[in-house]
């Protein structure tokens, strides 16, 4: 497992993102046998979201962008019994391939996205997505707008000013996912969908917005170690 580290950067330098989803989950990599969910979306799997949003098929095209979360009030946890696939067998319809496995569901996810804007004129991934909020007839993209798995349809994304986001941040119930070299959490900022050694990771811990002054915790996206 590979760590990355995260600078700082001042709250107004990043263009935000309300997102809502009535239902999600986001598995933690090493869970097994009970499929335990973060209770935040993951900056890689915030990073495809933004992606799937504009329409970019080459997840490379953005290493760099620059991402700040914060989850907006409590979420409701609920476990449910789903089949789950696992190869063990070369014959994929092989019955020990898949088994019945618990996971944990989140109801009610509300968070915010901060991307990082670009200072010397060039299109980034803020520009791109703020343009298709703006345009959305100029995007081409199919499917519906998940966060993580296909059935994790959002159902708000909307592009916010600092001023507006600001004030959903002082609030008591917004926790900011910060960059944290004791973090309790290892998330993934890059993943490796064929196999873990490429996987990138941080450490990471949830602290209370309002704690925060002038400056958040970003997580660049990077593909290497």
């Known amino acids: 497992m590979s760590t990355v580290g995260t600078p700082f950067v001042k709250p107004e330098d990043l263009g935000w993102i309300r997102v809502s989803a009535p239902i999600s989950s986001f598995t933690v990599p090493f869970a097994r046998e009970f499929a335990e969910s973060y209770p935040f979306p993951p900056p890689a ?25 914060a989850v907006i009030g409590q979420t409701l946890p609920s476990v449910v019994i789903r089949k789950m696939r696992r190869v063990k067998k070369t014959d994929l319809n092989d019955p020990s391939n898949s088994k019945p496995d618990f996971q944990t569901l989140l109801t009610g996810l509300k968070f915010l996205v901060g991307v990082r804007r670009r200072t010397d004129g060039q299109l980034g991934l803020w520009e791109k997505v703020n343009n298709a ?36 941040m002082v609030r008591d119930e917004v926790m900011l996912l910060g960059p944290s070299d004791r973090g309790e959490w290892s998330v993934p900022v890059w993943v490796d969908h064929v196999g873990s050694e490429g996987t990138v990771w941080a450490r990471a811990s949830l602290m209370p917005a309002l704690s925060i002054a002038e400056h958040v915790g970003v997580f660049a996206i990077n593909d290497r170690h």
């Open 133 to 168: 909020y703006l345009n959305p007839a100029t995007v081409y993209r199919f499917g519906g707008l998940s966060c993580g798995e296909s059935h994790n349809l959002i159902d708000e994304f909307s592009v916010l000013d600092w001023d507006d986001a600001h004030k959903l």
């Open 45 to 69: 799997t915030v990073y495809g979201m933004l992606l799937s949003y504009i329409g970019e098929v080459n997840r490379r095209r953005f290493v760099g962008a620059e991402i700040a979360i």
